[in-house]
């Protein structure tokens, strides 16, 4: 397929983060195969997670990645064109079937899938718990798992109101060793490794990062464990519960909100 977009994006993202004086710390990337399907399974802590964790192969490789985002931001006016034009994969959580047979499709082509397993950006800074999509996806299409940790987007853009353009940044990016899943694996036990893995790169990335020494008290862009003001696992999960329950309340309004009116028309 032509690829006129995305390496236009990767050059100009890479143009703003010299212009941002940001520094990359990549290691592992011996571990990225040269060729093949394989599926790019990443922690989530920034809204630019997705560009950092598509670098690594395409610094090494000249490989490009693409990644499963929710079907709203290919919609929207400004994101969208570029979405699509990088050929990510739309995922529509109502109908989920066509984003799978897609995503499979480009394994099986060779492509490179990335994939936030966590779902959503984790308020920890710690690995949440994964959804067995990413497992799933690549014990079915026969490829490895390439876990990857990116830390250090989130001190630019973060959940909530955490932007920030200060120069200087570190981003740390670590590449883990490629590995098979059976389909005859379980898959909440493959989803336990997976995650496993993950944190255990994550610890290595934390703990080299030049923000993590002699925090200051307000330290809100590192884990509790690590002396930050971030939320733990457990109240990150109460949070996340809460967020969830008012979506689906909403959404249960909205319905019974049409359903009144078609009654009434």
Request: proline residues 6%; hydrophobic residues 45%.
């Amino acid at each position: 397929m032509a690829e006129r977009v995305y390496p236009a994006v990767i050059r100009a993202a890479m143009g703003g983060f010299k212009a941002l004086g940001i520094k990359f710390r990549m290691t592992g990337l011996e571990n990225i195969p040269a060729t093949g399907g394989m599926v790019l399974a990443s922690n989530h802590v920034s809204y630019l997670d997705f560009i950092f964790a598509g670098l690594a192969p395409w610094v090494k490789h000249r490989r490009l990645t693409r990644f499963m985002a929710k079907e709203a931001v290919f919609r929207h006016r400004l994101s969208g064109p570029l979405m699509r034009g990088m050929h990510h994969i739309s995922v529509d959580r109502e109908a989920g079937s066509a984003s799978l047979r897609a995503a499979l499709k480009a394994l099986k082509a060779g492509e490179i899938v990335g994939v936030f397993p966590e779902a959503t950006v984790s308020q920890s800074f710690t690995v949440k718990e994964l959804k067995s999509g990413a497992v799933r996806m690549a014990a079915s299409a026969r490829v490895p798992i390439l876990p990857v940790v990116v830390w250090g987007g989130h001190q630019i853009y973060g959940k909530g109101s955490r932007r920030s353009l200060a120069r200087g940044k570190t981003i740390s990016i670590a590449v883990g060793e490629p590995y098979q899943i059976s389909t005859k694996d379980d898959m909440t036990a493959a989803s336990e490794h997976l995650r496993k893995t993950l944190q255990a790169l994550l610890d290595d990335v934390q703990a080299a990062h030049p923000d993590t020494a002699n925090p200051p008290p307000n330290a809100w862009w590192l884990p509790a464990h690590l002396g930050g003001t971030a939320p733990t696992p457990e109240e990150a999960a109460r949070i996340d519960a809460a967020v969830v329950a008012r979506r689906r309340a909403a959404r249960a309004a909205q319905i019974a909100e049409e359903d009144a009116k078609e009654r009434k028309g």
